[in-house]
């Protein structure tokens, strides 16, 4: 990937989750506030060199991220979304 | 549970409250911003690692928050909300 | 009592006034900003804990706060207010 | 008087002004931002006790603030007003 | 002059401009913000004991301000207005 | 010219700019947010006694700037606009 | 180029993209936030003076910034956006 997000922004792409699997994670559609699962695919430099922030996430961890935040964008035929840190909710462990 | 609140946000489970027991908590359905209970199930690292923060909240509490605030995500089958640690209004001893 | 306010909130409990006794304070119904008596009966650690505010209010003070302030709740039959120190206006001695 | 205002907050009387004396103050009725006369009855902690603040404003000062600023409140058959520090615009002297 | 405006305010009086002169200074009707001429009469003690604001106004000074800034006031038959020294633009020298 | 902008304001001259001339800039008139070229002839202290915006902008400076930005008057017959430094986007060399 | 951005602003010019190349990258036209790709042609001094900011971005980046942010300017019979660094959302490698 080569994309290299600026300040406290993240690049992510998205993950499918097949609903009502035990151990899924099944996002409810009526949701007040629409979250998603994605994974997490770069880091801006605002968090991966601030002290505080840069253990909160690191790449390949999977998030919850409210839908409607971020910009989509589509390299090499695959879709990303640039997100700032403060629209990433947790991380799923 | 394996959900890992960023930041100051905290992962809770809502408890239902039987109406109208004497030494239960009653929230009327006509309050102005209708509070609810719940119990803390995770608790994000900007509040554990804030001095001033760590105490006011931790795993197992019941706190009193805001029902239209947070994101609500359901995980093995239970439903659990995201807020923030500024719309949870009190702990509940 | 059993609630425990976050913050900079406080727990108060409105305090019924008799209108038009001459000692007493009465309040206009067509006042703006429609504020009201109370007494606090829980104040949270970020006043408590916080030098500049620490002295500002306490348990048992009778206040006057914004009518429309604040999220109200019932525990054991009686009905509670929880206001952030903002709310309030003024300390009745 | 019995009122202690909270923070940056002043407790003010409102001073009848007669139009059009030769040296009296007259407000005219269509200023933009309607201002009246007051005497200051009470004067908060975070003034008193703020170094730069606690000069600009005193006991029995006259001044001048923002009609529709404060809340009002009716103590003993005499009317106050709560206004914050911010919402007077000068001393008359 | 008897008002002490506070803070950061300053108490000016409209100088009337007449229009065309060749060296006077014409305010276009169609500006789109109204200025106005003024003669600065009072200072706050925001500004004068502040060490960056007191060189940039003083009594006597002729300013450009926002036309719909400010309150006017009445005194001894002189009418005034109490602005904030932010909407005051330049000095005319 | 004898007008002394206050705080971070600037005097500024709009220039007339000939449309498409090969070296000469043009302002498509469907810009979005309206940009203009002016000359610049007054700089306030907010900007000539800070340290890091001091060497941004200098009198006979040409810059670009929002067209709806700014207040305008007329000095000695001549057309001026004050603005802030935060209205002026770029000086053109 | 002879156009030298005021503050946190970047100067960029507009990057055509062919769509739907293997190794191109695709910006979908239903996306919510339209983003674009630019090349940056000059940077501020508030960014290049700068120790956190400085290493983001330079001249001769790919940046992909929001389609709706900006000035257009033309200069030399060439199209260029004056955007703020908040604008830019990740720099393609």
Redesign the interface.
């Known amino acids: 990937m080569?994309?290299?997000?600026?300040?406290d922004?993240v690049?992510i792409k998205k993950v499918e989750v097949e609903e009502k699997t035990?151990?899924g994670?099944?996002?409810?559609s009526s949701?007040?506030?629409q979250?998603q699962i994605a994974e997490v695919v770069a880091v801006g430099?605002?968090i991966t060199e601030d002290e505080?922030k840069k253990?909160?996430?690191k790449v390949g961890d999977k998030v919850?991220f409210?839908k409607?935040a971020g910009?989509?964008?589509?390299?090499?035929?695959v879709?990303y979304t640039?997100v700032k840190?403060?629209d990433?909710?947790?991380?799923?462990?």
Chains 1, 2, 3, 4, 5, 6, 7 share one sequence.
């Open positions: 080569n994309i290299k997000p600026l300040g922004r690049v035990k151990s994670i099944v996002l409810p949701a007040k506030e979250p430099a605002g505080k253990d909160e996430i919850i409210s409607y910009t989509e964008i589509k390299v090499d035929e879709e640039i840190l403060a990433i909710l947790a991380v799923v462990q």
